[in-house]
């Protein structure tokens, strides 16, 4: 499957123009409980484009992907976070309390964050997928980077879920392909997948758009609803659902949209904003996915002109000189498709005449077994990494290992009571090595079995993780939080990893 360049040019701008006229088309219901009847912009046309954090969220990310390239991960993302972020509401303000803490991802998106199910990750999804076109098998390895500074289990899925169809969408264009793709990288049984074959089955049995809805969200209710529409009937009732578990409807209601809308960009967005919740996040992500699958040529006139393509912000920080802000879609997209090579590399394909496509292999659309030492197959997938890695496992690279603290569900101790913790590697040359593992622990605290233990990183069994258990006993505890490195070392080689390890007090 090959991709040109011209094409994917076009359909990034489609796919921030949808975006941002989603988001703009759907603000003025975001929030709202009951059904509406959407059939164009509602707001004061003379204001243009409207802010919006799915937006302007990716903008600062963009920056950090140029600065960083491949190596932009979720402790790099967070630093973003604080320095150039200023919404402190919902998992927003809790992941950044939590850092400031000394609490790093994928913990800062999990430890106390009642929002961690919510809609906040999901918005941010086009970057990544925009950077890795056709590939999402390179695009949710850092949706999920992303997601976990803030988000966790159903929060994480429906970022990973979006990012994985958006890729897949520059080179596919069949919808239900498309949602088989990205249900691949995503557990079968959680809720983000049912509610969206909930409103698939809707749909192919006949139900309107509104007896979906209201199946939907009495099925997964969620609480994005600051205002509760006196006028509402009762057949379009539904419960207000647990706090901050929002993104199973909400990515539903995309999809709905999508459905819906029968192939038309206006009657999409219209159906989504008309469903009321999250309705700038469902609009704009559904926008996206729009541009993507058809080009900005294909988004018509009429919803472009009005807004024309200035981009506003709403949850940056103007004043810092560190973070450079896209003011318009063109120089947006121009700032994502010069980038696109460093994540894409090898898939790259420059022609005799000077021409450049993008090279995919259809089968690498879906979910797989993933590789180790370039070539031999080991029975580790995407999924297995999401399982491993969502909650509470630390990870630190180096060219010849990975390593990792898993701090088996919880990052919280008490005065001796034990708590055991892991360190896990992964191979990335075709060689044994024995390792050093070095636990700079408080003196006070047991470790146990010594404080210097070693680990044997084997390849031959082509294995993801080799696994040492070390078991702490803290005593003499005077403080609410605890930070210490650990230190992995390869014998016989120069190169240390420090991880640093986290505890907090309950």
Known sequence: MILDYRTYKDKVRGCWLGKNIGGTLGTPYEGKRGVFNVTGYSHNIAEGSLPNDDLDLQLVFLCAAEEWGRKVDAKILGEYWIQSIVGNWSEYGMCKNNMRNGILPPASGHFLNPYGNSCGCFIRSEIWACLAPGHPEIAVKYALEDAMVDHTDEG???????????AAAFVEKDREKLIEIAFSYIPEDCAIAKAIKLVAECYRSGKTWRQARATLLNTYPDAFCFTI?????????????????????????AMLG??????????????????GEDADCTCATLGSIFGILHGASAIPEEWIKPIGEDIKTI????????????????????RVTKLMPVFLGNNIVYTED??????????????KPLKVNGSVPAKWTFRDELAHRMHYTLKEENAIYNAFIDYNGSIEISEGEEKEIAIKTFNKFGRMYWADINVFAPAEWEVLPVRSPQIMIDTRKKQWHDVKSIKLVPHGLTKGIYRFPIEVKIVDHPTSTYLTATFVVK
């Open 258 to 275: 999508w459905y819906y809308g029968e192939g038309d960009f206006g009657k999409s967005l219209c159906v989504a904003a008309s469903c």
């Open 156 to 166: 994480l899925y429906g970022e990973i879920f979006v990012a994985a169809l958006e």
């Open 354 to 367: 000077g021409a450049v496509t993008i090279a995919c292999d259809e089968s690498s659309l879906f979910d």
């Open 229 to 253: 529409m006196d006028d509402i009937a009762p057949e379009d009732a539904c419960p207000v659902g647990e706090p901050g578990y929002d993104a199973p409807a909400n990515v539903a209601i």
């Open 315 to 334: 949850s940056l920080d103007l004043t810092d000189c560190n973070v450079k802000i896209c003011k318009n879609i063109t120089e947006l997209t121009d």
